[in-house]
T-cell receptor, first 116, second 114 residues
Framework: AQSVTQPDIHITVSEGASLELRCNYS??????LFWYVQSPGQGLQLLLK??????LVQGIKGFEAEFKRSQSSFNLRKPSVHWSDAAEYFC??????????????FGKGTHLIIQP | NAGVTQTPKFQVLKTGQSMTLQCAQD?????MSWYRQDPGMGLRLIHY???????DQGEVPNGYNVSRSTTEDFPLRLLSAAPSQTSVYFC?????????????FGPGTRLTVL
């Protein structure tokens, strides 16, 4: 069974500083990979996704993520965070061979706090 | 398009009561699924469906029933609510075409079981 690990439960970053959120997955092949963001009391918003090809993917709100097959990682980055980036971030994987029917496996999330 | 809609937004139940969480999508997606979100646990898959008349269990199916009589609707039933089912529930619909996939999430239902 596939699994996703987000090692950092909480991360605090100063406004304007760079950000990297870590995500590691366990899966037999290359899965489909996603990052979602959730603001307090809100639903999930897709930031970016990776299926194949270029291992550096660009998303919305200035985020990017890099897929590293050798490390089974899909880390999320942003060069300069804004106070509005404070939220919960979830990494998720999907079985690329499963036809898309059996849903996503999520990590437990990383809570991002922005210091002024 | 309304996308994925969920009703109600909030619900309070007493232990032992039953209820149905409604989910509908208007994107003609073949796949639909239900997740629950608990603090520190991320989202976990409850049940999913690959099309009308076909459902299967996810990671945490106990205490929940589903059915899919139409492509559009995928209700989640709690037959006898327990405090452990206090959670936020998200419904999603998805497609997979041309080697790509995307899940569309509803706004969620916050359920409290007393």
């Amino acid at each position: 069974a596939q699994s996703v690990t987000q090692p950092d439960i909480h991360i605090t970053v100063s406004e304007g500083a760079s950000l990297e959120l870590r995500c590691n997955y366990s899966y037999g092949a290359t899965p489909y990979l996603f990052w979602y963001v959730q603001s307090p009391g809100q639903g999930l918003q897709l930031l970016l996704k990776y299926f194949s090809g270029d291992t550096l993917v660009q998303g919305i709100k200035g985020f990017e993520a890099e897929f590293k097959r050798s490390q089974s990682s899909f880390n999320l980055r942003k060069p300069s965070v804004h106070w509005s980036d404070a939220a919960e971030y979830f990494c998720a994987v999907e079985d690329s061979s499963g036809g898309g029917a059996d849903g996503l496996t999520f990590g437990k999330g990383t809570h991002l706090i922005i210091q002024p | 398009n309304a996308g994925v809609t969920q009703t109600p937004k909030f619900q309070v139940l007493k232990t032992g009561q039953s209820m149905t969480l409604q989910c509908a999508q208007d994107m003609n997606h073949e796949y639909m699924s239900w997740y629950r979100q608990d603090p520190g646990m991320g989202l976990r898959l409850i049940h999913y469906s690959v099309g009308a008349g076909i459902t299967d269990q996810g990671e945490v199916p106990n205490g929940y029933n589903v059915s899919r009589s139409t492509t559009e609707d995928f209700p989640l039933r709690l037959l006898s609510a327990a405090p452990s089912q206090t959670s936020v529930y998200f419904c999603a619909s998805s497609y997979r075409r041309g080697g790509q996939s995307q899940q569309f999430f509803g706004p969620g239902t916050r359920l409290t079981v007393l």
